[in-house]
């Protein structure tokens, strides 16, 4: 089945650091891949994503390239902000092997400090 | 861009009671909503799809008696927790996808702490 592996957090950084959240996935077909960010309280909110690969989505200075080779979509940022801190989800959506439902990572929490 | 409305966005209630869920697709259609349950700090779990006019797809070990998914129309879906008990408090949120254009909107979810 699908799934998908996200490295675990909290991950903490000072202000204008550079980000790295590392995702890869397993799908049966060719999945659309997705980053979401969760404040506290609240829904997701799609950060970006990418339907094929190759492909880079990006967003608000996030960005992700869509890596086939290496089943991979990981989540970058240059330099971060303290409002940057949420929770981050990686998922996938596989027409193919999961119908149309998105399987989530379990999330890695990212706290910017000043 | 597309907005889904998820009310309440916290409520309380006494155990033994039901709670309802909406969750509105404001400028789209939604052809199928997806409802999730979210612990602390862990990740969302699906509990069900549900196709409009149809009836909801469950997930495995969701109970489809206690926890009541209807998709009367294209911009509405309700989660009703029927007799709910403190082990049902949770994050609840839900999802809408359009039909045009495939993509995924969520509701800003709803603190359900059941007393």
């Known amino acids: 089945g699908n799934s998908v592996t996200q490295m675990e957090g909290p991950v903490t950084l000072s202000e204008e650091a550079f980000l790295t959240i590392n995702c890869t996935y397993t799908?049966?077909?060719?999945?659309?891949l997705f980053w979401y960010v969760q404040y506290p309280g609240e829904g997701l909110q799609l950060l970006l994503k990418?339907?094929?690969?190759?492909d880079k989505g990006s967003n608000k200075g996030f960005e992700a390239t869509y890596r086939k080779e290496t089943t991979s979509f990981h989540l970058e940022k240059g330099s971060v902000q303290v409002s940057d801190s949420a929770v981050y989800f990686c998922?996938?959506?596989?027409?193919?092997?999961?119908?149309?439902?998105?399987?989530f990572g379990t999330g890695t929490q990212l706290k910017v400090e000043l | 861009g597309a907005v889904v409305s998820q009310h309440p966005s916290w409520v309380i209630c006494k155990s033994g009671t039901s709670v309802k869920i909406e969750c509105r697709s404001l400028?789209?259609?939604?052809?199928?909503m997806f409802w999730y349950r979210q612990f602390p700090k862990q990740s969302l779990m699906l509990m069900a799809t549900?196709?409009?006019?149809?009836?909801?797809?469950?997930e495995q070990g969701v109970e489809k008696d206690k926890f009541l998914i209807n998709h009367a129309s294209l911009t509405l879906s309700t989660l009703t927790v029927t007799s709910a008990h403190p082990e049902d408090s949770s994050f609840y949120i839900c999802?809408?996808?359009?039909?045009?254009?495939?993509?995924?909107?969520f509701g800003s979810g709803t603190r359900l702490t059941v007393v």
């Open positions: 998922a996938l959506s596989d027409q193919a092997g999961g119908g149309n439902k998105l399987t």
């Open positions: 549900s196709n409009e006019g149809s009836k909801a797809t469950y």
């Open positions: 999802s809408a996808r359009d039909g045009h254009s495939y993509g995924y909107t």
């Open positions: 799908a049966t077909g060719y999945p659309s």
């Open positions: 400028d789209f259609q939604a052809t199928t």
């Open positions: 990418a339907t094929k690969a190759d």
